[in-house]
């Protein structure tokens, strides 16, 4: 899957989650498990306090999701791998 052998750990960021207590969740994974991502993609919706905001592939690789749909998630917790 990974043709650098570099691992992204994408995890839930301050933007959303600015304090501890708060959380959010992801709704909907637009790419499936080990599709191939470009840095910039719109790979998720992640909704924060009935908000819902896109998130952006950080880098390129192969994703590798970590957070399914619906789970609560706080600052710092794992949405998923990028096998760059």
Known sequence: ??????????????EFCPNEEDSGSIVLWIFSNGAKIDEGDVVAEFMVQKIT????????GHLDIKLEPEIEAFKGDLLALIHM
Do not use: I, N, Y
């Open 53 to 60: 905001h896109e998130l952006l592939a950080p880098t390129s």
């Open 1 to 14: 899957m990974s043709d650098s052998g570099k691992v992204f750990e994408w995890r839930v960021s301050e």
